[in-house]
């Protein structure tokens, strides 16, 4: 257990609809990244948080958007969602007590119909 | 600019032959080098950090060592259960903390 949790861990979804992902990082943990990993696919990098703020972006949809809380938990919207949006989300968590170590979550499967 | 090139792609071994997996880099300055394990459907599980040339990391049958341009990860005498997919990440010191990924190593490991 990394002791980053995500929910859900599975969503399926019409074309065009909205969906919020949760992401809890490990405790004491400041920095939140999202990825996005569809089917044999590597790890595609969305976007990074720290403390609140936006820390770095990366090949993240104009229909995506994410923000992370005062409680350092994490969302990322998907919206008008598209059947090539399916994929797996992770979010993954560092600083505080991992050090510079990333420790990813199980992810949250997406699949859009 | 920041790179990392992991090979073979894939590496198929009966149970019990040891062999190595490669990850080499190119960054500006390393901060870190990371090794990780995928298996399907499921988010990648730390296994090592490396800071330095020379550095050298060990858990269970797994070993990961460290030199300027690239880093091994040697497993010896592996079990099925080894079978996964094996990502090497780079931070950069200038990276503002970001991984830089390798594409993995699919290992299968036959009994």
């Known amino acids: 257990d990394s002791g980053v949790t995500q929910t859900p861990k599975h969503l399926i979804t019409a074309t065009g609809q909205r969906v919020t992902l949760r992401c809890s990082p490990r405790?004491?943990?400041?920095?939140v990244y999202w990825y996005q990993q569809s089917l044999d696919q590597g790890l595609q990098f969305l976007i990074q948080?720290?403390?609140?703020?936006?820390?770095a972006k990366g090949n993240i949809l104009e229909r995506f958007s994410a923000q992370q809380f005062p409680d350092l938990h994490s969302e990322l919207n998907l919206s008008s969602l598209e059947l090539g949006d399916s994929a797996l989300y992770f979010c993954?968590?560092?600083?505080?007590?991992?050090?510079?170590?990333?420790?990813f979550g199980e992810g949250s499967w997406l699949t859009v119909v | 600019e920041d790179q990392v090139t992991q090979s073979p792609e894939a590496l198929r071994l009966q149970e019990g032959e040891s062999s190595s997996l490669n990850c080499s880099y190119t960054?500006?300055?390393?901060?870190?080098l990371f090794w990780y394990r995928q298996d399907p459907g499921k988010g990648p599980e730390f296994l090592f950090t490396?800071?330095?040339?020379?550095e050298e990391k060990e858990k269970e049958r797994l070993k990961a060592t460290l030199t300027k341009k690239e880093s091994f990860l040697h497993i010896t005498a592996p079990k099925p259960e080894d079978s996964a997919t094996y990502l090497c990440?780079?931070?950069?010191?200038?990276?503002?903390?970001?991984?830089?990924w390798g594409a993995g190593t699919k290992l299968i490991i036959k009994p």
């Open positions: 993954a968590s560092t600083g505080g007590i991992s050090g510079n170590t990333i420790y």
């Open positions: 405790s004491g943990d400041l920095s």
């Open positions: 948080y720290y403390n609140g703020e936006e820390r």
């Open positions: 960054v500006s300055g390393l901060r870190g």
């Open positions: 490396l800071y330095s040339a020379g």
């Open positions: 990440a780079v931070q950069d010191m200038d990276s503002n903390y970001q991984l830089i």
